[in-house]
């Protein structure tokens, strides 16, 4: 099938180079001159498991290609599928400035029956608004020309997403067009495994859905965030806690890890955009907007711990910072609850030596060289002379290290966790003073906590 997608980020890139794979011929248009070159180049601009090969392989298959000229891109893809940024507008509700210009674009330049579909998180309405705005530009042009606007939210994961294309859970389509219903369906055909994935559904569910999913998680995981608050003030531990109520099956395993708190491009945004959708109609989302407030609580967790331990004086301490980007696997630090930790700790006066296994380019980009900020090249070197070591990733490499060999290049024997990665008992025996999310504390005195 011919398939053009607009958008070159995330979603868009894995979209086009997934589709490609199972033998579609997908056209790419961006706005972005510069990534459009460097995407021609091979040169792939995140870091996402697996996606360099998939993009590299079809692109010089010819399957894949990349382009700034939108015209081109409308008049390649029977399918057009709308994978541009939604940033949160002020209020946080969804800014579709960018899905409703390539909606005009498309109408501009369309001469035959068109699919639109939108990939991009959209507020429940926006086909309509889609609608709207192709036809005014179809009328503009004075022409009528037949087309269907589908719902077809994504649900990958940053550093597992081009797993989750090629093998999804479900692929939701919302149509209130048959035609465009067909074609979707034989689109994604190659991608059901052992049985139909494919839910339909209308368009309005359509996009109800995806922010309900998401939504959904976070919950789970504000609400695991409040029982670890609960715990630590009631002497429980909240791993032991997890484990117990993970073993109903209704309560499930997945999503119920307590840590400092979610980020990345979709919860804090969905949940926004979703409690403002709620608003709209007026609906107060009470649940939604407390889901929210624990996650901004929680993100200070961390923080008010190092303060704590070290009662206040922060001023000319450094911090050795694991773990960057807003979960493992990937290089991505957008919400990143180590982004907000790095701040705090600046503005006490503290000083922090950080390592990633993929975000220092990235945190280079967004702080520079700040003062305040060491950029070290292994998670060795972010110790050497640190008051403390603070975990806020949980990249695999951190796991399992040589705790002995670390306690030599930190000043003092003490690990902030805000991700719950060691054996509390454990580190205890080593004599680390350990702090981890809703566990008891194991602090053999307060090494390094005195002025
Ligand atoms: C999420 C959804 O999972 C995906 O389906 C949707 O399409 C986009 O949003 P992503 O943003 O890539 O994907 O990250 P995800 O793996 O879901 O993690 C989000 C945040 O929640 C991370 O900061 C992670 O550390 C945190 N998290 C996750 C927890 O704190 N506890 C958990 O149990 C799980």
New binding site residues.
Partial sequence: MRITIFGTGYVGLVTGACFAEVGNDVVCVDVDGGKIDRLNRGDIPIYEPGLEGVVVRNREAGRLRFTTDTAAGVHHGQLQFIAVGTPPDEDGSADLRHVLTVAGSIAEHMTDYKVIVDKSTVPVGTADRVREAVDRGLAARGVTVDYAVVSNP??????AAVDDFMKPERVIIGSDDARARDLLHSLYSPFNRNHDRLISMDVRSAELTKYA??AM?AT??SF?NELANIADRVGADIERVRIGIGSDPRIGYH???P?A???????PKDVQALARTAHDVDYVPQLLQAVEEVNDRQKHYVFNRIREHFAGHLSGRCFAVWGLS??PNTDDMREAPAGRLMESLWEAGASVRAFDPKAMAETRAIYGEREGLVLCDSPEAALEGADALVIMTEWNLFRSPDFEAMRERLAAPVIFDGRNLYDPDYLADLGYAYYAIGRPVQAPGNPGATE
């Fill in positions: 994504e649900f990958l994961k940053e550093g999913a998401n998680l789970k995981i695991m999503f119920i890890y840590g708190g979610y980020g990345g491009s979709c919860f807003f979960k």
